[in-house]
Structures are given as structure tokens and as C-alpha cells.
């Protein structure tokens, strides 16, 4: 097994070279040579940085469930773990003059991007934090008498390769203490770039800069004068520099470059790694985990199963599997049965996606002459009746990955780049269709006499297939976006799909075509396009189309607010699709009585024993029926005889909040059957998440917790019941090559953003040549992290935002979370000592500290003596203590501090430790912030913080809405804000202006409309507001909402939908949405934020006093702005119309 050559996070001592490669740490010899490991813990590690003596190396990776700071010695012995702060963020980024590891984190934050930097000492005793603020790096300078400069670079929303030639707020920036006074100023601010990764060399500061467009090492004097450049990369990026004082190293397409003085040209080290790569080995397919669909076939007694991209034919009791499609290198989707004996899916064989038939139990290939007739791997015996078991690496061919079309290297192709026709793949009985032009598929479905299959794309195309011709024809196209749901007519001859009208996918419209060769009337319209119209089915007889519909309106009143909403809006629906056909619920001439089966062949029309399915176009939306069930929220529904499934779920909160329990699972879906003779629901299935009917319509098979069940349709089984069968998954065994599978996945996210990035021209990239560029570093990667680096830097070339890549969580295997007491936990010469207890808020059940729970009667000053009757060590404390301790109960042995009524006394306590303390820290930062408003307006002024724009922080914004709206004056503080989608509605609430009160007697006051801030408004934001924050800023601008005070924002307004996933699960995103917004700011929000009306920085300094000067001048402002707009306030209880009447007057005959 060869070796990878993919190194990242370098670092030099001396002779040596330290670095991170295939998810370890390695040693090298600095002029070059074989490689040594330091770790063998197959977890993504970063940043391994050489002590000052040479002796220790520290790095960071995981250990259980988040990345720790750990320490080794430079042979790899003694390793110790020296962090316990269980936070994704927890960065080494280098050491101290005095030998402590410089370790970043946002522990005990209340912004998870706030990372801060603690000197840990090696021993793992108490940590320092480095009153600096947030930071990523930090470099000290030479020390010169009394004097210490420092050089710190910015918190950054990602590395600069990851998003290449960014200007926006979060863009790098370096700020410098000369003389170690503690004052900050901004260094190089001219440079319009990112800068990173501060050195100190030979009394210059060097860094890392892109503002020339391109990712390179430069450096300047200590006052930002004379800047130079050492490197000259224009094709990849300069990555992760550092330094031993001396040299500077860094890493570049995955490959070591030394500098040895900001005098001499860069050279790359010659470094091979000393062992096989064991991350490279093929390995065993989890099926479970990377588990997509399971479909059943015609009979129910056998599904389609797709598991990393790979199909397979799966028996339900018993019985081997079969392989359908596993060609290394090569991803299959949406497999579907068709006919008996044939699958149909979606392939990317050399690159282009295709439509693939695979004839399941066809022959074997007869071995070519001169090859071996015996397979390369032992196949089990079998029983001569049941289908032998096929060993993939005997029946599937092992092609390198191929370029995408439009760059194809391939001899074989035309001039025009077009691939071959016929796959790669030698798998006996496979066809391969091409589509016309690049494209992919957004479901297939097969009709029920296995001749035609319908292809939708994600670009609006409804197609049919001719099985036996491999004939595609067009049936509909729309440009609103893809079609995602179609279903055949039982006679095969009618296709039924819901079509997109609107591009954002809030309304769908029922369509029906006849797609037979004989043609047919074109495309009916069963419903309007009004509404949003899914699920579509027919019943098994013909009669009836089926489908679910957004079209009940009987809204909710909103508890917390004025405010309607509709929030099971969901009924289903029948149509009559023959004039001539009753509702099965309306009123008949002799009563309800039970309907005779069809007998078989009495519809001339139609195969034997399926009736013709007859369509009268003439008012055929007039014949929708509702079905007599409540609205609610359904999906998924299907027809079988005399029934209707769908799925239903509860209406439930997003965050999860308002469970019993926060621990408690997602609500579940529930499958549910329709009666539609006796109009009785039934739950066939209390818990799962998909379906798929079998093609007779009596079995069905379902997906759960990565379990896969069939059970029949006609009523409810139990588990243990004989017609209920667990397929048994590890039965398909297979293994995956990870060079092949990185290598497709690599190819995928490219034609993702190929077709799918908001320019069609790619905003003048040359994207085929940057695949050229890219691609040929997959045959050096050593891990799926390394693939994640890539992937990346891929992504980073579109120089767009939201072009992310989300691989699954790494965790140790049965791992579980950092358990944490929701307070600060401090070492004093007495022990370990409670101080500061997190208040809370007793409306976010995730602010809860576990030493303010009822019994606990902790108190500041109280030493936690033991955990779980081991005493806690007086050096690391009660974090080793309280590893994987989240969620469970634990026993605290409690010694009361001088300050309770009986000091000393020791006593036991238990508590259950918190994962996450971020929103109880966030909660007292918010809390802490509208104290500092009250006091500095006399309890005039209001404060609301939005953390993001999606559910939390709708929530957040209300929590609080009623009472700071009725101050005198108000501030919007979206700092830090995440972003999400509901800008529109909170610039509508925050935008109100007071235009009526209402009064009434012994009453206060109201506004019209509702929570109408009553004064004037300020908006704070900073670098960290992006997306929807970027878009609430600009709003609150255009709109006049108040002046705007901080810093220029994040700059990222490109949206995404979070379609797409890889084969492994990995959420790789296009940016798809672009935004403009009126009054001339058009495009220029992307890539650059929103310019505040009032720009306040927040320097580091501020940080270490404790002081918020963007808060502050906020306060300011609304003073002054107070001295010229009032506060609107209700009307005096005078001057209104009088209601007594006035005195008779005399008769009108008698005037005059």
C-alpha cells in the first residue's frame, strides 16, 4: 500500500520538520528523507508546534467527542492530554518564551467563533487566558528591556485558501502592541487582503497576505513600513506558516516549503512517509451508516438497497445479496426496480451523469482467454438454488476517475469532449442512456409493466424512457426548478407529477400527460399552480388521482405575539379523473355499498387484469374531492387498495426547546392508513423516516435509525410478527477503495458547482481549468479530512461565500461529551473552587446551570472536592474527571466555602453536567448587556440582541420584545448574527413606526401596530454579522430604521439550499441565490459587508478592559438623537369628543 504525500500544519525545530499527515502527527529530517510518526491516532490533528526546548511536541485533535490540546514527546512518548474543554474550536497555536502551549479556544464563551488564547502549561495545571480578546494567532516579539511587543491576528471566518480573495469584514487582519503597553493599533491596514499566520523574524513581522490576489509570505517592519514578498505562488495558495524565530515553513498544495531567512527564495522539502498508509487500504462498506433508500420490487419480497453509492439487491428473510452497481470511483443514486428481473439508477461513469439498466440476474462474463476463471477473492458456498453471490472486485472493472466532459482526457472521446457511450463498467446486463447535455437527476420512477421509466432533473426536465429502445423524450420542462415527485398510471399509460411554478418553491401544480407511443392529448392541468400540491398517486383501480395539498386555511393565533400563522395547513385530496366516477364519500343512489373487484381483463384497454385508466380533461379540476380527514402536516403519500398511507408528524417547535425534555428526540414521523371505505385513520407505523410501496401495493418497506423493516399495508403488524421482517443489512458486503471514493467525491463537488453556482459563466472563472489544477492532488491525499482540505480549497477558488463543505462529526468511537457545571471553575491554595454561578434564564432551557438545579445549594466560594468519590487532582482539577460525563449523573463531594453558614462542613451532591455551556453564557452576556444600557439611560433605553435569522433567534427577539419596545429609545444589536432567513420578518418588526394607541380605563397604553419601538433606534453590528446579518444591516439602512454603528460585516449574500450531499454524507454547498438590493448598493454586498453609518472598532484593548465601546457609543447616540426626535407617548386623557348630549332644542315648527 503506498504511501500519501498530502502534508499540512508544518512546524521546524533545529534539524526537524514536524506536520500533520493521514491524521497524524510526523517527524522528518529538515534537508529531507523519511518521515517518522509521532501519533497513531487515526484523528484529524492540527497544528503540532515544537517546544521551545525541542523536546515536547503539543498539537491538537480529537479525544472523545472535540478537539483537546495534547503533548508527546518528540520519540512519541509520553503523551498527556492537557485541555478538557470539550469545544469544537480548540486550536495549539504555538508556545511561550516560557515554555507554556498556546492553546485557542472559545470555551466558556458566548460566541463559539470567539476564540480566545490560554497559556497551558505542559503539566496540564491551570491555564491563563491572554487577555487579548479574540484571536487566531499571536506572535511575541523580542523583548527589549521592559518592553514586549505582541502581534495578534483576528478571529477569521475561515482560512484564507477556503475562501480565496475575500474582502470582507472577517478578512484577516493583524493588530500590534510595540512596546507591550497594551495598546493596539491595526498594522498594514492598507492592504486590502487577509492577513494571517504573524511572525516575528529578524526584527520584521511576517505574514501571510492575499491582497495581491494570490496567497503568498510577505513581511514589514515593526510600523508597517517597507513591505516585501518572499513566495511567488500563483496556482495554490501559501498555507499555515510558522516559524522557529529563524525559518519559515509552510505548506502549499499539500507539499513543505522552507524559507531560511526572509532573505533567501523558498525550497521544498523532499519528505516521504516512513510507512504504508493504512488510511489508504480498502475498507468494509458500513451499509447502516451511509444507508440512502431501500426499495422494494414488484412482489415485496425483495428491495433495491443504495448505500454509499453503491446499489445492491436485497432479499428481505434471507438470502445473500447482489451486487447491482459498485464500480470503484463510481457514485449510483435513485436506483429503482424495473419490471422483474431490471434496476434502473442514476450514474456518474467517466464523470457525466447517466441513466444505467442493469439486468439483476443476468450471466456472468465468460473469462477472456489467458485470464483466470477464478475469482481474485473467496466466495462463500451458496445453495445451488438461491443466486450466487457476486464478489465485486470479480465483476466491476477499476477505471481511474475520469474528467468531467467538457475537460475529458480520454483517447476515446470526440473533439468535442463528449464521453463514450458505454460505461466503464463491465457488470453483465448493464445499459448505459446518455442524456443530450450534462444534467442530474432528481428522482426516477418506473412504470408498472416495466417498459417506460420517467427521469426527472434537478434543471425542470420531465422525460421519458423507452426501456427497450433507450429512447429519452421530453415530456414538460419549467424553469422554476426541479421536479421531484412523478408516478405512473397502473396501466402504464398516464404520468402524473407536481410541477414547480414559482422559484422559490412555494407553489407546485398537479400535472397529467399520456405518455404511450401512441401519443396523447398533451399535458392537463389537474390543479392550478395556487397552492403548493405534492405527494401525487394513483389508486390501484385507475379511478382516482391522489395527492397532498397546502390549501386549508384555518390559521392559529399566536400565543406570545399578534400574530396568525398556519401551521398544519395540509389535507389530502382525491380527483375523479372519469366524469363518470362518484366520490367514494358523496351520496349514491342505493346507499354505500361495498364495490366488486374489476374482473380481470374487462377493460379492453389494458394489459390482463389491470383496468385502463380513463381521463375525461374536461373539468377535471372541478372533481377534486377532500378526503374527510383534519388538516394537518403530511408528506409522502401513496395509494394502495382501498387505502391511503401518508406520512404525519406533529406540529412542534424547531428548536426543540418546548420538548418535555431538550434530551428528547426529534418528533417522529408516523405512517398512517386511510380507510377509504370505512373513513377510519390508523397508524401502520408509530416511527420511522421514508417509505416506499412495493410494486403490487401490499407491502412496504421503511427506514428507521438506519434499520430497514417490511411489513404489509393492510393493517398494523408488531415487530415480532411473522409478516414483519428486519432486513438484515450485513449481508451486502463490500469494499470501497478510499482513493477511488475521494476521487469521485472530488469530481462530484465540482460538476455541483458547475451547474449549480448562481453565474452561469461562473462569474468569468475558468472552472474547467481549476478542476485541471486541483484534481491531480486526490492521488496524494491520506485521509477524509485531507479530502475535506481539498474539497475546500476547491470551493475557495469561486471566492464566494457559503460555498461550504460539512463532513459528519469526528468522535471516538463510543465517545462521549466533555461534561461541564455551567460555572468558572478557579484553583485556589484551598482546591478547586466554585466562582461565578451562571445565572440563567429561566426561558432557555439551555441556560440552565447544573449548580443552580434545586438541591444542589452550591454557592460562589465552595470547593469541589471529588467527583464520583475520586478526588479531583489538584493540578488539572475536575475535567479529567468529568470526560464524557454530559447528559449523565454524576456525584459531586461539596465543601462549603468561608462564606455559607457552615464553612468546611462536606457534604455529596448530584448533578447532571451540560455539553455546551455557549447559551448559558450567552444569556448572561445578553443579561449583562441590558444592565449596561439601563444604567447608562437611567432605565430609559432597551436592548435586544438577535443572535441569528432562523428560529433561535426569532425566539431570542421575542423573549424580550414586549418589554423593550415600550422604553424610550432601543437597541438592535445583531453583532455576531449567524444569519438564516428571517430578515423580511424581523426588519418588518423592528421597522414599525407608531401610527395609533390604544387606551382603555385602568389600563397602560398601547401601540399601534404592536411592539412599535417608541423612540429612536440604533443598530449595532460588527465583522462577525453575516449572511441574513449582512441583510438585516443593509435593510435597516435602506429602510431608515436608525443609524447603523460598528464595523463593516461578514459579506456573504450568495445564498444556499443544502440540496446536495456526497456519497458519504458530506454537505458540500453551491451558492446559488445571489442578492441585489435596490437604491444603488446592487451586487456590492457580496464579498465586501455593509458599510455602518457610525464605524466603532473593538480592539483588542477593549477586550482586556472589559469594555464594549460599540455599546457605549450606541447609548451615546441615542442620547443624542433623543435631543431632537421625541419619544412618541399616548395623548393626554383630554380633548376628546364629548358624549353627553347637548340641550333639546326647540320644535322646527316653532323657530321663526
Known amino acids: 500500500m503506498t504511501s500519501s504525500s498530502y502534508f499540512r500544519y508544518p512546524h521546524v525545530h533545529a534539524e526537524l520538520v514536524t506536520f500533520v499527515a493521514e491524521d497524524d502527527v510526523w517527524v522528518a529530517p529538515l534537508q529531507g528523507g523519511r518521515a517518522w510518526r509521532i501519533s497513531s491516532l487515526g484523528l484529524p490533528a492540527r497544528n503540532p508546534r515544537f517546544s521551545p526546548d525541542g523536546g515536547h511536541i503539543a498539537w491538537s485533535v480529537v479525544q472523545g467527542s472535540a478537539p483537546e490540546a495534547v503533548v508527546a514527546a518528540v520519540d512519541g512518548g509520553g503523551f498527556r492530554q492537557l485541555t478538557y474543554w470539550g469545544h469544537a474550536s480548540t486550536r495549539v497555536k504555538g508556545f511561550t518564551s516560557g515554555g507554556d502551549v498556546i492553546v485557542t479556544s472559545a470555551h466558556q464563551r458566548e460566541e463559539s467563533r470567539h476564540t480566545w488564547a490560554h497559556a497551558v502549561p505542559l503539566d496540564g495545571s491551570v491555564a491563563e487566558v491572554l487577555k487579548f480578546g479574540p484571536v487566531d494567532s499571536i506572535a511575541f516579539g523580542p523583548v527589549v528591556g521592559d518592553e514586549r511587543p505582541v502581534v495578534i491576528g483576528s478571529v477569521l471566518s475561515r482560512e484564507p485558501a477556503w475562501w480565496k480573495r475575500y474582502r470582507g469584514g472577517t ?12 495598546e493596539f493599533q491595526r498594522l498594514a491596514v492598507e492592504l486590502d487582503g487577509s492577513l494571517t499566520d504573524p511572525m516575528w523574524i529578524g526584527g520584521r513581522i511576517a505574514f501571510l497576505s492575499d491582497h495581491e490576489g494570490y496567497g503568498n509570505l510577505y513581511s ?78 414488484q412482489d415485496g419480497m425483495a428491495s433495491v438497497v443504495e448505500s454509499h453509492g453503491t446499489i445492491h439487491w436485497l432479499t428481505h428473510r434471507d438470502g445473500p445479496s447482489r451486487v447491482v452497481e459498485a464500480t470503484p470511483g463510481v457514485r449510483a443514486r435513485l436506483a429503482r426496480p424495473l419490471g422483474t428481473d431490471t434496476v434502473i439508477y442514476a450514474a456518474d461513469h467517466d464523470g457525466v451523469e447517466a441513466l444505467c439498466l442493469r439486468r439483476v440476474f443476468e450471466d456472468l462474463p465468460v473469462a477472456n482467454p489467458g485470464e ?10 451458496a445453495d445451488a438454488a438461491l443466486p450466487r453471490p457476486v464478489s465485486a472486485s470479480d465483476v466491476v472493472a477499476n477505471p481511474q476517475p475520469a474528467a468531467p466532459s467538457s475537460i475529458s482526457t480520454d483517447e476515446t472521446a470526440n473533439d468535442g469532449g463528449t464521453p463514450p457511450k458505454q460505461a466503464a463498467s463491465r457488470l453483465s446486463g448493464t445499459r448505459r442512456i446518455d442524456f443530450a447535455d450534462p444534467t442530474r437527476v432528481s428522482t426516477i420512477s418506473a412504470s408498472p409493466d416495466g417498459k417506460l421509466a420517467a427521469v426527472a432533473t434537478e434543471f425542470g426536465q420531465l422525460l421519458v424512457l423507452e426501456a427497450e429502445s433507450g429512447e429519452l423524450r421530453e415530456v414538460a420542462s419549467t424553469g422554476h426548478g426541479a421536479i421531484n415527485e412523478v408516478v405512473f398510471s397502473p396501466d402504464s399509460r398516464w404520468l402524473m407529477w407536481t410541477e414547480p411554478v414559482s422559484s422559490e418553491g412555494s407553489r407546485t401544480k398537479l400535472r397529467l400527460a399520456e405518455v404511450t407511443a401512441s401519443g396523447g392529448d398533451g399535458v392537463l392541468d389537474i390543479t392550478d399552480g395556487r397552492f403548493r400540491d405534492h405527494g401525487p398517486a394513483f389508486s390501484p383501480d385507475g379511478k382516482f388521482a391522489a395527492f397532498l395539498s397546502e390549501r386549508s386555511f384555518d390559521p392559529v393565533y399566536d400565543t406570545h405575539s399578534f400574530d396568525l400563522s398556519f401551521p398544519q395547513s395540509t389535507k389530502p385530496f382525491l380527483v375523479a379523473l372519469d366524469s363518470v366516477t362518484p366520490s367514494p364519500f358523496g351520496p349514491a343512489v342505493h346507499g354505500t355499498v361495498p364495490e366488486p373487484a374489476p374482473e380481470v381483463g374487462a377493460e379492453p384497454d389494458g394489459p390482463a387484469g389491470v383496468p385502463a385508466v380513463v381521463v375525461d380533461p374536461l373539468q377535471l379540476p372541478a372533481r377534486i374531492i377532500p378526503i374527510p380527514v383534519p388538516q394537518g402536516r403530511y408528506s409522502s403519500l401513496a395509494a394502495v387498495d382501498g387505502a391511503l398511507l401518508w406520512l404525519a408528524t406533529d406540529a412542534a417547535g424547531v ?31 408509530p416511527a420511522l423516516e421514508s417509505y416506499a410501496v412495493s410494486g403490487d401495493r401490499k407491502h412496504l418497506v421503511y427506514l428507521n435509525k438506519k434499520q430497514v423493516r417490511a411489513v404489509p399495508v393492510a393493517a398494523k403488524v408488531e415487530d415480532d410478527a411473522p409478516d414483519s421482517v428486519e432486513v438484515d443489512l450485513s449481508r451486502i458486503r463490500l469494499l470501497l477503495d478510499p482513493l477511488k471514493v475521494w476521487g469521485q467525491a472530488f469530481d462530484e463537488a465540482w460538476r455541483l458547482q458547475r451547474d449549480f453556482f448562481w453565474a452561469e459563466d461562473m462569474a468569468g472563472l475558468d472552472w474547467d481549468g481549476v478542476y485541471q489544477q486541483y484534481r491531480p492532488l486526490v492521488e496524494r491525499l491520506g485521509s477524509h479530512d485531507d479530502l475535506v482540505d481539498l474539497l475546500w480549497e476547491l470551493h475557495g477558488e469561486l471566492g464566494t461565500s457559503h460555498a461550504y463543505v460539512t463532513p459528519a462529526p469526528v468522535t471516538e468511537p463510543g465517545a462521549g461529551k466533555q ?44 470547593i469541589i472536592a471529588a467527583v464520583d468519590g475520586i478526588p479531583v487532582d489538584r493540578r488539572s482539577g475536575p475535567g479529567p474527571l468529568l470526560v464524557g460525563a454530559a447528559g449523565k449523573t454524576v456525584e459531586l463531594t461539596i465543601i462549603n466555602g468561608p462564606e455559607t453558614q457552615e464553612p468546611g462542613k462536606q457534604r455529596r451532591i448530584a448533578v447532571v453536567p451540560v455539553a455546551d455551556e455557549e447559551r448559558l453564557r450567552y444569556q448572561n452576556w445578553v443579561a449583562g448587556n441590558r444592565r449596561t444600557v439601563r444604567e447608562a439611560s437611567s432605565g430609559g433605553f432597551g436592548y435586544l440582541h438577535i443572535p441569528d435569522m432562523v428560529a433561535r433567534g426569532w425566539s431570542q427577539l421575542h423573549r424580550d420584545l414586549d418589554v423593550e419596545t415600550t422604553r424610550d429609545a432601543l437597541i438592535i444589536d445583531v453583532r455576531s448574527n449567524r444569519g438564516g432567513h428571517t430578515s423580511q420578518l424581523v426588519a418588518e418588526l423592528i421597522g414599525r413606526k407608531v401610527t395609533a394607541w390604544n387606551l382603555a380605563r385602568g389600563e397602560q397604553p398601547g401601540t399601534y401596530p404592536a411592539h412599535a419601538p417608541r423612540g429612536p433606534v440604533v443598530v449595532l453590528t460588527d465583522e462577525y454579522a453575516g449572511s441574513d446579518g449582512d441583510i438585516i444591516t443593509q435593510v435597516a439602512k435602506l429602510r431608515g430604521i436608525g443609524p447603523v454603528v460598528g ?56 477586550y482586556a478592559a472589559r469594555e464594549d465601546p460599540q455599546l457605549e457609543h450606541g447609548v451615546g447616540i441615542l442620547k443624542e438623537m433623543l435631543k431632537e426626535l421625541s419619544t412618541d407617548r399616548p395623548p393626554a386623557l383630554s380633548g376628546y369628543r364629548s358624549l353627553r348630549p347637548g340641550k333639546l332644542p326647540r320644535r322646527p315648527q316653532d323657530v321663526g
Request: glycine share 12%; no cysteine; aromatic share 6%.
Open 819 to 862: 461534561g461541564l457545571l455551567g460555572a468558572d471553575i478557579v484553583s485556589t491554595d484551598a482546591g478547586w473552587s466554585v466562582q461565578n454561578i451562571l445565572a440563567g434564564e429561566s426561558s432557555d432551557p439551555l441556560a440552565r446551570s447544573p449548580l443552580n438545579a434545586p438541591g444542589a445549594g452550591v454557592r460562589n466560594g465552595d
Open 171 to 182: 478578512a484577516g487582519k493583524l493588530w500590534i502592541d510595540r512596546d507591550g503597553s497594551g
Open 1047 to 1102: 464595523t463593516r460585516t461578514w459579506g456573504g449574500v450568495v445564498g444556499i439550499d443544502g440540496r446536495f450531499s456526497l456519497a458519504d454524507g458530506t454537505g458540500v454547498t453551491q451558492p446559488r441565490y445571489a442578492f441585489w438590493f435596490t437604491q444603488d448598493v446592487g451586487w456590492t454586498v457580496e464579498n465586501y459587508g455593509v458599510e455602518p453609518d457610525i464605524e466603532v472598532p473593538y480592539p483588542p484593548h477593549a
Open 220 to 297: 514589514v517592519a515593526p510600523d508597517g513600513s517597507g513591505l516585501r514578498r518572499h513566495t511567488d505562488h500563483e496556482e495554490f495558495y501559501v498555507r499555515h506558516a510558522s516559524t522557529d524565530g529563524q525559518r519559515i515553513v509552510y505548506e502549499s498544495a499539500g507539499e513543505l516549503w522552507l524559507v531560511e531567512s526572509l532573505g533567501d527564495e523558498p525550497k521544498k522539502l523532499d519528505i516521504s512517509l516512513g510507512s504504508a498508509s493504512t488510511s489508504r487500504r480498502p475498507r468494509p462498506l458500513d451499509v447502516a451508516r451511509h444507508l440512502a433508500a431501500a426499495v422494494p420490487n
Open 655 to 685: 428548536t426543540g426547546e418546548g420538548r418535555a425534555s431538550t434530551e428528547d428526540p426529534d418528533q417522529p414521523n408516523r405512517l398512517e392508513r386511510f380507510d377509504i371505505s370505512r373513513r377510519e385513520v390508523s397508524v401502520l407505523v
Open 372 to 381: 483466470s476463471a477464478q475469482p481474485k477473492t473467496p466466495e462463500p458456498e
